[in-house]
């Protein structure tokens, strides 16, 4: 278990994500002085018995590059377009600075679609494995060219939580151009001091970071600190580090103060959780009455149809719906009837469903081994 920067030599498999505003500018496209410097880093730690996984943004912003579009605003399909482009280059541009350590790098596209439906997230932690057996570096990205924005992760950032989490790595490793979180903008404020470690979040804290984007990236500091509450809910330590620091990841593994470092609590999220609570749509909402919340939230009881007050949307059983008490979300699960039948069940008894629908299937309308707690935790930073 890693509880300071020094067990960070104990990691075993790392995901190191690097940002858009990395690898790529306007003049050259890519910038390869950066790749090559990424590179030797990620070789010493596989080096050093660290399996490393790669998970690379850069394939959009170098397509804007090479089809001059730069400063245009996209539709989908120019953006698809301009991700195809900039595919080729940007893995072209990985593997010549992999074969100075004689280390083959291979590619994976993924949609959200492909971590959603169980048997390809198999698959896809499958083809991991096999990769790392093989001394290959995966390098992971969006399949930009056919993704929409139904089925989008939304920014690398998230991607690469996700990764971490599919092949059961033990520490996310997000390179960027700052040097971590602080406790005030320091573009603003002189006095602003970064924060080393970071033991838990909540959404104050997330609010106080703000968010930036630019035509080379999407994610900004808000989108990391998502990424770290879903890597570490997971069980995953995560940092952040200024990927222009020389050796930094070195510096990082190593125990040296560099970067933010974000620990994880004491309630984990197992697999099985994680694929509900960070993967799946919410197709629908069931709301419950104050006695339900409280069984639900304290006493890890199942949903049970007497405790519902309210149903919404339309959704098939089996798909993942959200749990209110109010207007407050306090869990998610996989649903065991369908909308339909939850609105002619709604307030009854388990004992009679059969006699509302003619049939029971389960006594619960979400089984505990389903559900998964959203609760609010307080945020600590040690500066």
């Given at each position: 278990?890693?509880?300071?920067?020094q067990?960070?030599?104990?990691?075993?498999?790392?995901?190191?994500?690097?940002?858009?505003?990395?690898?790529?500018?306007?003049?050259?496209?890519?910038?390869?002085?950066?790749?090559?410097?990424?590179?030797?880093?990620?070789?010493?730690?596989?080096?050093?018995?660290?399996?490393?996984?790669?998970?690379?943004?850069?394939?959009?912003?170098?397509?804007?590059v090479?089809?001059?579009?730069?400063?245009?605003?996209?539709?989908?399909?120019e953006?698809?377009?301009?991700?195809?482009?900039g595919q080729?280059?940007?893995?072209?541009?990985?593997?010549q600075?992999?074969?100075?350590?004689?280390v083959?790098?291979?590619q994976?596209?993924?949609?959200k679609d492909?971590?959603?439906?169980?048997r390809?997230?198999l698959?896809?932690?499958n083809?991991s494995?096999?990769?790392?057996?093989?001394?290959?570096i995966?390098?992971?990205?969006?399949?930009?060219?056919?993704v929409?924005?139904?089925?989008?992760?939304?920014?690398?950032d998230?991607?690469?939580?996700?990764?971490?989490?599919?092949?059961?790595?033990?520490?996310?490793?997000?390179?960027?151009?700052v040097?971590?979180?602080?406790?005030?903008?320091?573009?603003?404020?002189?006095?602003?001091?970064?924060?080393?470690?970071?033991?838990?979040?909540?959404h104050?804290?997330?609010?106080?970071a703000?968010?930036?984007?630019?035509?080379?990236?999407?994610?900004?500091?808000?989108?990391?600190?998502?990424?770290?509450?879903?890597?570490t809910?997971?069980?995953?330590?995560?940092?952040?580090?200024?990927?222009?620091?020389?050796h930094?990841?070195?510096d990082?593994?190593?125990?040296?103060?560099?970067?933010t470092?974000f620990?994880?609590?004491?309630?984990?999220?197992?697999?099985?959780?994680?694929?509900?609570?960070?993967?799946?749509d919410?197709a629908?909402k069931?709301?419950?009455?104050?006695?339900?919340a409280?069984?639900?939230?304290?006493k890890?009881?199942?949903l049970l149809?007497?405790?519902?007050?309210?149903?919404?949307?339309d959704?098939?059983?089996?798909?993942c719906?959200?749990?209110?008490?109010?207007?407050?979300?306090?869990?998610?699960?996989?649903?065991?009837?369908?909308?339909k039948?939850?609105?002619?069940?709604?307030?009854?008894?388990?004992?009679?469903?059969e006699?509302?629908?003619g049939?029971?299937?389960?006594?619960?309308?979400?089984?505990?081994?389903?559900?998964?707690l959203?609760?609010?935790?307080?945020?600590?930073?040690?500066?």
């Open positions: 278990m890693i509880q300071t920067r067990d960070l030599s104990h990691v075993q498999r790392a995901i190191v994500k690097i940002g858009s505003s990395l690898l790529t500018d306007a003049d050259t496209g890519i910038r390869m002085q950066m790749v090559e410097h990424i590179a030797a880093q990620i070789c010493a730690m596989q080096q050093s018995g660290i399996q490393v996984c790669l998970v690379s943004s850069g394939a959009v912003a170098l397509g804007r090479h089809l001059g579009w730069l400063g245009k605003v996209l539709s989908v399909h953006k698809q377009a301009a991700a195809a482009v080729s280059w940007l893995m072209e541009a990985y593997r600075a992999f074969a100075h350590y004689d083959q790098v291979a994976m596209l993924l949609t492909d971590l959603r439906h169980r390809r997230y698959n896809a932690s083809t494995e096999t990769l790392f057996s093989a001394g290959v995966p390098i992971v990205n969006e399949n930009d060219t056919v929409v924005e139904e089925i989008k992760f939304g920014d690398n998230n991607l690469g939580a996700l990764v971490a989490l599919m092949v059961n790595a033990d520490l996310l490793v997000m390179m960027t151009d040097d971590g979180l602080y406790d005030a903008n320091p573009q603003e404020y002189n006095d602003a001091k970064r924060c080393s470690v970071v033991h838990e979040l909540d104050d804290i997330m609010a106080m703000g968010d930036s984007a630019s035509q080379f990236g999407t994610g900004g500091m808000l989108s990391k600190l998502s990424a770290a509450e879903i890597a809910r997971g069980g995953v330590v995560a940092a952040i580090v200024n990927g222009h620091q020389q930094v990841l070195n990082l593994m190593t125990g040296k103060d560099v970067g470092l620990l994880c609590g004491e309630d984990r999220h197992s697999r099985h959780q994680h694929w509900i609570a960070d993967v799946l919410v629908g069931i709301y419950v009455d104050a006695g339900a409280e069984a639900i939230a304290h890890g009881a199942s149809p007497v405790g519902m007050t309210a149903v919404v949307g959704f098939d059983k089996g798909e719906v959200e749990v209110l008490a109010d207007s407050l979300v306090i869990a998610r699960g996989l649903c065991n009837y369908n909308s039948d939850l609105s002619c069940i709604q307030g009854l008894p388990s004992k009679n469903i006699k509302a629908l049939y029971m299937d389960f006594t619960s309308v979400i089984h505990r081994d389903n559900l998964v959203t609760p609010v935790k307080p945020f600590h930073l040690m500066i």
